[in-house]
């Protein structure tokens, strides 16, 4: 990180863009006598402009930069070592350049100035290093010599700490005495006997049945009553929220109980509010299971029916078949027709046969639809409590359904029980003209109410997984600011382009086609048949892959994690939670990401390991290890792999690739409703990761195995630097 910020620029795009003299540079700097004080004055300035410091004594300049300074003076890379062999020659240039040029020092009303504007800039800011690098390109843009790093670390530091009290100042301030009682109530009060109320509030996950369902609800209504404000948090960026939720939810209520009464304050708070938006979208995905549930219990009841009725379906043909042989004969031999049906068993029989063949009919004919209905008691148990505890919201295309679910939830008395929330060919009209009770009209309301979360048509306020489209939309007016955007605002000009590119391209493939010239592929009896790709892969290739492994030297992961780790310094991406300062314990650090990515868990990493106990593993983890520290190693790792010679033999990193791969589960994530028939009838999840052109896995995400893939897609190549340089992504979705 220090690296990033200080040091010269080696690549040859940063020197074109930074180190490139104009030609009243080059005036001022050869009107220095000798070649020695000309380089000298040259690298000075270079130094101040990027990365905006002046040169320290005894300072290595990068050969490229020397190179690169020389070829635009006319002199030679050995002529800066003469530079300054006084002290004050140094001295005196850089007075000169900042004469010249206005650079200012550190020092007076500028420097009040710049700590001024970096307590604005440190509630916005998202860790320790945004607030730094955000510092030197200010000092850059003011034309402000950069202090020492260690004084832009103790300056961040402060101005984060003072944001962290400003705001959690701001947040109690807007509680009244009232509101804080409650909050500080949650600390001692005591749920269930043995776990406080604030602890009891966040042991929360998405449940499978109803039982889970109601204990949702519990905590959900208890929040509802709280009835914290929302304004509360008016003003706070959300990365903000983010981190004093995400300390809620470490700390011990003890401990919480320990903090200053303001902070302890805006944490409760935050976590009543975030708690009450999770609980909530927990509620709706624990409905969406239950759905998926009730739906596999009656396709299994039909497939079971079905499968009873094999015998009698059996006998049921075995008997018309003798009928009507024995009725072919009598027909062939002018025979009775009647003798011939005695003989065949009996007009009884004869009854019995179209009788049984009319109910196998019905059986073989039937739908899941006709058994849903038997999970009516499952959702009476809690659906009325769900839907008066939800704050759900509808496009006017759902408001059919939304006043359904309100007769559902008891809001509405009225006798009647409309179906205008079905579409007019809907399966579920046939079955509800015969329903009793109006039991599989409120089945049906339930399901397409998870249908609608599904497609957005309806959705909760202040909800991250199931909240308003539009919220996640960016606006038309900054969307046409956007200089990078290279497509037009208005559909029609964008479908017109598109169908018009299809129609070329269809043309070229009827004259291919007719020439019979497609490449890789030809056209018989009307369907385009493509050329399966043959392996171009040299016998010799896998002998010189077992030879590669053999001269690879043998090492240990742990010595491999330390050397990458001095190289790349991604352990600095796992910072305090709270301060946002790196951890210092690298070792203990590397130990617990051995223990996560071997999946050995701290206990064990803690016996096979001879510097740290679980204690110390355990604090590690809890307070430097999260999904944002993790993605931010990863994309240290993926970038510094993609500046490595070999990689760029593999691509230019502008092209990637993703897919998921699927992982089983236990037979417990049936229940949960993570079954997709793509991959069989066992239960799992998918791990949906982007790989670019230099093979450098930038980004992975866990995802539902019954979801969609492509909304993933947009996240992964969001998430990194790495993701957004990719012009051209491949997926199979």
């Keep these: 990180q220090r690296s990033a910020l200080f040091d010269l620029p080696t690549d040859e795009t940063a020197m074109l863009r930074h180190y490139t003299l104009a030609d009243d540079d080059l005036e001022i700097i050869r009107a220095r006598r000798r070649p020695h004080n000309r380089f000298g004055f040259a690298l000075q300035l270079c130094a101040l402009r990027y990365p905006g410091r002046s040169l320290t004594p005894g300072e290595v300049i990068p050969m490229e930069v020397t190179r690169f300074l020389a070829a635009q003076l006319g002199l030679k890379s050995d002529d800066l070592a003469g530079y300054a062999s006084r002290e004050e020659t140094r001295h005196e240039h850089l007075a000169a350049l900042r004469d010249l040029y206005g650079y200012k020092m550190f020092t007076g009303r500028g420097s009040r100035d710049l700590k001024v504007w970096l307590e604005r800039t440190a509630e916005t800011a998202r860790s320790n290093e945004d607030l730094a690098r955000r510092f030197v390109e200010h000092c850059r843009a003011t034309q402000t010599i950069l202090p020492g790093i260690t004084v832009i670390e103790r300056l961040c530091a402060d101005a984060l700490v003072a944001a962290e009290r400003r705001i959690a100042a701001r947040i109690a301030e807007r509680l009244d005495g009232e509101m804080r009682s409650r909050l500080d109530a949650l600390l001692t009060e005591m749920a269930d006997s043995s776990v406080t109320r604030f602890v009891w509030l966040r042991q929360f996950e998405v449940g499978q049945n109803s039982a889970d369902m109601n204990r949702l609800l519990d905590r959900l209504e208890f929040l509802q ?38 902070r302890r304050l805006a944490i409760l708070a935050v976590c009543a509010l975030e708690w009450r938006s999770a609980i909530a979208d927990a509620v709706v995905e624990t409905h969406d299971r239950i759905v998926g549930k009730t739906w596999r219990e009656a396709k299994r009841a039909c497939d079971a029916r079905a499968n009873d009725a094999k015998a009698a379906l059996k006998d049921t043909l075995q008997g018309f078949s003798n009928l009507g042989s024995a009725l072919l ?131 909760l306020a202040h909800s991250r997984r199931y909240g ?42 009827a004259r291919a086609a007719r020439a019979g010239a497609i490449p890789g592929g030809s056209i018989e009896n009307g369907t385009l048949k493509i050329d399966r790709l043959t392996a171009a892969v040299p016998e010799e290739a896998d002998a010189m892959v077992l030879d590669l492994y053999t001269r690879l030297p043998e090492i240990r992961i742990t010595d491999l994690l330390l050397e990458v780790d001095d190289e790349i310094g991604f352990t600095e991406a796992f910072t305090h939670l709270r301060t946002g300062v790196p951890c210092k314990d690298r070792v203990g650090m590397l130990n617990v990401l051995l223990a996560e990515g071997l999946n050995l868990g701290l206990s064990k990493m803690a016996g096979a390991t001879n510097t740290h106990d679980y204690f110390q593993l355990s604090r590690l983890s809890r307070w430097h290890v999260e999904s944002d520290a993790m993605a931010r190693a990863l994309a240290m790792v993926v970038e510094a792999q993609s500046t490595l010679p070999m990689a760029r033999f593999w691509g230019a990193g502008q092209t990637a690739s993703s897919d998921g791969q699927f992982f089983p589960t236990t037979r417990q994530g049936e229940a949960m409703n993570l079954i997709n028939a793509k991959y069989g009838h066992e239960p799992g999840l998918k791990a949906y990761t982007h790989v670019s052109d230099q093979f450098g896995p930038f980004a992975t995400q866990t995802i539902p195995a019954t979801v969609n893939e492509a909304p993933y897609i947009l996240d992964g190549l969001l998430m990194t630097n790495a993701g957004q340089k990719i012009r051209e992504q491949y997926a199979d979705t």
């Design 225 to 262: 009553t709280m009835a914290v404000d929302r304004t509360v948090l008016s003003g706070v960026p959300p990365h903000r929220i983010a981190r004093l939720r995400r300390q809620g939810e470490r700390y011990f209520a003890g401990d919480l109980r320990d903090i200053s009464g303001d």
């Design 329 to 459: 004969a009598a027909h062939e031999d002018q025979a009775s027709l009647g003798d011939a049906v005695q003989v065949a068993g009996g007009w009884t029989s004869l009854r019995g046969l179209v009788a049984t063949a009319a109910q196998l009919t019905n059986t073989l004919a039937a739908d899941p639809l006709a058994h849903v209905v038997h999970g009516y008691h499952r959702f009476r148990r809690y659906a009325p409590r769900m839907l008066r505890a939800l704050d759900i919201q509808a496009a006017p295309v759902a408001d059919p359904l939304l006043a359904a679910a309100d007769i559902v939830a008891g809001a509405d008395t009225t006798a009647d029980r409309p179906v205008t929330f079905l579409r007019r060919a809907s399966k579920w009209h046939r079955h509800l003209n015969d329903d009793d009770g109006h039991r599989l009209w409120e089945v049906a309301v339930l399901c397409h109410l998870r249908d609608a979360f599904r497609a957005g048509d309806i959705w």
């Design 468 to 509: 308003d489209l539009k919220d996640a939309l960016v606006p038309a007016e900054v969307a046409r600011a956007t200089p990078r955007l290279a497509m037009p605002y208005e559909p029609d000009i964008w479908l017109a382009d598109r169908q018009a590119r299809l129609t070329d391209g269809l043309q070229r493939l």
